[in-house]
């Protein structure tokens, strides 16, 4: 069984560019979550997919938004990027909701770096 | 909103010294708890978690940990360290019942194995 696969891998930008990760969770996992890990931060909560709508956002400006998919694919956007948005972009997918009690399955990242 | 907090950004332990992982959490009502475990260039997977039951919980690789409600814990041990467990580790907690599949990360803790 495949996990959740997450792509590009590494991500290279200039200020002010757009940039969009993708994460595709894994097969019957219907509730995608995107993390965005900078350096001494740890894990910040970003967005919460499920059945194809946004469920819930962390503190993040709007210039950070997405979408999921009919498939339950889902895609990251961040706009108008700033240097303190290079970080690692973790993708994870879940069973559906309620699932506070199960795992979250995590990809392994997309590493942004803007210059 | 939950809050999370790992004591120690960095822990270097012996091999086959002891390890112990600190994580304290702020619920009033205990959530569920998990450990994560994230090696170089990886996502995070799952090392154990507590939803009920007995308080102390076996995981992966040697991995236990205890929840004590008084304390608002449930730090995270390995009675002897081996190299591979150098890597970073993560407490996470989530509310019980369906309040969002919010899901809340600590900052981490980096465990550094010397030989």
């Known amino acids: 069984e495949a996990g959740v696969t997450q792509s590009p891998t590494h991500l290279i930008k200039t200020r002010g560019q757009q940039a969009t990760l993708r994460c595709s969770p894994i097969?019957?996992?219907?509730?995608v979550y995107w993390y965005q890990q900078a350096l001494g931060l740890g894990l910040q909560f970003l967005l919460w997919?499920?059945?194809?709508?946004?469920?819930n956002r962390g503190n993040f400006p709007p210039r950070f938004s997405g979408r999921q998919f009919p498939n339950y694919s889902s895609e990251l956007n961040v706009n108008a990027l700033e240097l303190e948005d290079s970080a690692l972009y973790l993708c994870?997918?879940?069973?559906?909701?309620?699932?506070?009690?199960?795992?979250?399955?995590f990809g392994s990242g997309t590493q942004l770096s803007v210059l | 909103a939950q809050s999370v907090t790992q004591l120690g950004s960095h822990v270097s332990v012996s091999e086959g010294a002891l390890v112990l992982l600190r994580c304290n959490y702020s619920?009033?009502?205990?959530?569920?708890l998990f450990w994560y475990v994230q090696y170089p260039n990886q996502g995070l997977q799952l090392l154990l978690k507590?939803?009920?039951?007995?308080?102390l919980v076996k995981g992966i690789n040697g991995f236990e940990a205890e929840f004590k409600k008084s304390e608002t814990s449930f730090h995270l041990t390995k009675p002897s360290a081996h190299m591979s467990d150098a890597a970073e580790y993560f407490c996470?907690?989530?509310?019980?019942?369906?309040?969002?599949?919010?899901?809340?990360f600590g900052t981490g803790t980096s465990l550094t194995v010397i030989p």
């Open positions: 619920s009033s009502v205990p959530p569920y």
């Open positions: 507590y939803t009920t039951g007995a308080t």
């Open positions: 994870a997918s879940s069973l559906k909701v309620p699932a506070t009690n199960e795992k979250l399955f």
């Open positions: 097969s019957g996992h219907t509730s």
């Open positions: 996470a907690v989530s509310d019980r019942g369906n309040t969002g599949n919010q899901f809340y």
């Open positions: 997919y499920d059945e194809g709508e946004e469920r």
